[in-house]
């Protein structure tokens, strides 16, 4: 994502919630999903573009370092 590089995941589980959405989700465990969003993304630079800008926009908001670090270091000082 931070590459600005569309991700497909599986629904549920820690990933899809730090992706914050900017992701194509398939069911997990099912392999027609996933290859159909995979040549959904392929038949579409329309749609590779916007998902890859989106991605790259969620985690420089809230996982680049400038955001993350202070909140590491505000979490490591409460537990003084």
Sequence with gaps: MACGVPVITSKGGVIEALTGGAV???PAGNLKPLGEALRSLLRSAERREKLGAAGREHVLRHHAWEVA??????ALESVR
């Design 69 to 74: 670090l202070p909140k590491w270091l505000h």
């Design 24 to 26: 194509e989700l398939v």
